[in-house]
Nanobody
Framework: QLQASGGGSVQVGGSLRLSCAAP????????MGWFRQAPGKEREFVAS????????LYGDNVQGRFTISRDFAKSTVYLQMNSLKPEDTAVYYC?????????????????WGQGTLVTVSS
């Protein structure tokens, strides 16, 4: 079961780091990703990372501000979020890809964690 944590309230321009602990048996050879869903909006892709950490993808809205990484020893994926904006306010979800690489589509993922809320205020 995926466990996402690290959400909270922050002011514009601030930073947060989200963590997602994944069972090794479901994630060690798989890509992983982060998605988010703002109130009244559809869930959208944020970032993904391949099984070995060698390939990353970012959504256009977060490119240059967010960084995804993974710690194999801890079986954990991180999302470092800098220069946060009010439009980053959302529930953030982590997910495990069906394959070794992780794409932008939600159907690429078959395990989802509970979300963690990020609120950015001005």
């Amino acid at each position: 079961q995926l466990q996402a944590s690290g959400g909270g309230s922050v002011q514009v321009g601030g930073s947060l780091r989200l963590s997602c602990a994944a069972p090794r048996r479901t994630s060690s050879n798989n890509g992983m990703g982060w998605f988010r869903q703002a109130p009244g909006k559809e869930r959208e892709f944020v970032a993904s990372i391949s099984w070995n950490g060698g390939n990353t993808l970012y959504g256009d809205n977060v490119q240059g501000r967010f960084t995804i990484s993974r710690d194999f020893a801890k079986s954990t994926v991180y999302l470092q979020m800098n220069s946060l904006k009010p439009e980053d306010t959302a529930v953030y979800y982590c997910a495990v890809s069906r394959r070794s690489y992780a794409g932008r589509g939600q159907t690429d993922y078959n395990y989802w964690g509970q979300g963690t809320l990020v609120t950015v205020s001005s």
